[in-house]
């Protein structure tokens, strides 16, 4: 099974402020939806909490929330104690590519595990004020490759890249 960590990120490391994003990209919206539909998507408890209710949990995917509290219950979806216990209920469903969609925490665990395969960054061209953040990572362990971008427009209030980094192996 593949795993790809999918993100919108600032120039300055910014994916979001108070739970929330911060901005309207909605082609990139469009291209989140249309990559992760029918595959499992696995997020921290916050960024599920942050998807507004009428939108939780996410349509067409199987919804894995990854939450240290036992009792946490997650209508929909999946609730699981670590990252390798997500990982594994995606494979035991013999999911093909399973998504990592957040948040901070979530993303920097997965790739210091090793876990994440390719990841799908879109880059924002803007400097937003946030406090959650794309880790850093070591660009030469990639190989880069850039899929899509889009102006600023009535859509999208920046521009962006797409770019798919994938794990050197």
């Known amino acids: 099974m593949r795993v790809t960590s999918i993100a919108a990120v600032a120039t300055n490391g910014v994916i979001g402020k108070d739970n929330d994003l911060v901005w309207r990209l909605r082609d990139d919206m469009r291209f989140f ?4 539909k ?11 909490e942050s998807i507004p209710a009428k939108y939780r949990p996410l349509a067409d995917r199987p919804n894995i929330v990854i939450s240290r509290n036992p009792d946490y ?12 216990a997500a990982l594994e209920v995606a494979r035991n469903a ?3 590519e399973a998504f990592i969609i957040g948040g ?4 920097q665990l997965a790739l210091e595990a090793g ?15 946030g ?5 850093a990572f070591e660009e030469s362990d990639w190989i880069a490759e850039r899929i899509g971008g889009q102006e600023a427009d009535e859509r999208n209030e920046h521009g962006f890249e797409i770019w798919a980094y994938t ?3």
């Not at 901070?104 to 993303?107: A, D, F, N």
């Open 33 to 36: 939806m249309d990559t992760t």
């Open 131 to 135: 406090d959650a953040f794309y880790p």
């Open 38 to 48: 029918g595959h499992h998507v696995i997020m921290g408890r916050r960024n599920f």
């Open 94 to 96: 013999g999911e093909v």
């Open 104 to 107: 901070g925490q979530i993303y």
């Open 167 to 169: 794990r050197r192996r």
């Open 73 to 84: 219950a997650a209508p929909g979806a999946t609730v699981v104690a670590s990252l390798e």
């Open 115 to 129: 876990a994440v395969d390719r990841q799908l960054l879109t880059h924002v061209q803007a400097e937003p004020e």
